[in-house]
């Protein structure tokens, strides 16, 4: 368990759960980033854990229905049948804990008042996990497990009182700090996909990394040499076309980690077949052989032969005009997390690589 890796909206959606207490920012940070991860497989169970905060926020409030509802589908439609051990925490004492307190309040009577308002606390079980929310927790200036102020209108009432834009400000700091150390780690590689219509050109390559799977061309960077100059060059070397740098269009980058272990990252273009050009495919190459693949055949959920995380992205590529971090996890040789994460602007201004 102390080996798994933790978006980090699910570290500080932690932290706030139980340093600041803000229930209602909880389920900010959590929903904006179950709205960015559309098909992520643990879709339901952050959706759980929104619903877990809201109900406390609801219940801190003396909104007693909306802490059952909410609490209700937490625990017997997002959370049933979900391990939530998978997320770090006690699956069997969250339940436990959660269904008392949830029992607590429906077998109050209409007209009796509810009793003192208690804070939960999410039983972690993965050591490695606490102690990533500690360190956040001091970060932001926070006493890890702190008790709710009562006292405090704007923390109770935020959703009607709240002033976003320190919150806001806060986020975009937080936000371009961790991107400058992503951007300045070692990314020596880049990767391309050429589309003509619906189709894209792929490579199936002859050895590893992702022997025999089809991917996009590209390769290492030389010393001196830009990502979009290394990208060119590789098309060239790799396919025989000969494509300009003004026709191949940085959309940011990929980056992994393996076992744990980040191991980096590369720089990921698109660009579309220009008409004077043709590749005649199926092609044998020194690297493997070349094809051009329709976009619904390299995305369909069945299909083992692609790369595993290229399905994740290749669309976003072609059809976002944004650039995007692209964050895979893999373990044991499977890809088991996948995160698509925004680029700040100094960012895309920095990192084209042109000229």
Avoid at 281 to 305: C, F, S
Wanted: charged residues 30%; hydrophobic residues 35%; aromatic residues 8%.
């Amino acid at each position: 368990m102390g080996n798994r890796t933790y978006p980090d909206a699910y570290v500080d959606y932690l932290v706030h759960f139980h340093a600041s207490r803000d229930y209602f920012e909880c389920h900010e940070i959590l929903e904006e980033y179950w709205k960015e991860h559309p098909g992520d497989p643990l879709s339901g169970a952050w959706v759980g854990l929104i619903q877990i905060a809201v109900g406390l926020y609801h219940l801190r409030r003396g909104n007693r229905a909306g802490a059952v509802k909410m609490w209700r589908s937490a625990l017997d439609r997002q959370l049933a049948g979900f391990d939530a051990g998978r997320l770090g925490l006690d699956d069997a004492a969250l339940k436990r804990e959660l269904r008392a307190r949830l029992d607590e309040l429906e077998r109050l009577g209409r007209d009796e008042p509810l009793p003192a308002f208690r804070d939960l606390d999410l039983p972690i079980a993965d050591e490695t996990l606490l102690q990533a929310c500690r360190a956040r927790s001091k970060e932001l200036g926070f006493s890890w497990i702190s008790r709710s102020p009562l006292d405090d209108p704007e923390l109770i009432h935020r959703h009607s009182r709240r002033d976003r834009s320190e919150v806001l400000l806060a986020r975009e700091r937080e936000l371009r700090r961790r991107l400058s150390l992503r951007i300045e780690a070692d990314l020596p590689y880049t990767i391309c996909f050429i589309r003509r219509g619906d189709e894209v050109l792929l490579l199936n390559r002859r050895s590893a990394p992702w022997m025999g799977c089809w991917n996009g061309v590209g390769g290492k960077l030389e010393p001196g040499e830009t990502p979009a100059a290394n990208i060119v060059r590789e098309i060239r070397e790799e396919t025989g076309l000969e494509l300009k740098q003004s026709e191949v269009v940085w959309k940011g980058i990929v980056t992994w980690t393996v076992d744990g272990g980040r191991l980096g990252g590369m720089h990921v273009f698109v660009a579309n077949l220009p008409g004077h050009l043709a590749l005649e495919t199926p092609k044998q190459t020194e690297e493997g052989i070349l094809d051009w693949k329709r976009i619904d055949w390299i995305t369909d959920p069945a299909n083992q032969g692609v790369a595993s995380n290229v399905p994740r992205f290749l669309t976003t590529l072609f059809e976002d005009a944004s650039e995007w971090e692209h964050r895979c996890v893999f373990e044991a040789g499977r890809l088991t997390g996948y995160e698509r994460l925004p680029l700040g602007v100094d960012l895309r201004t920095v990192r084209r690589g042109n000229g």
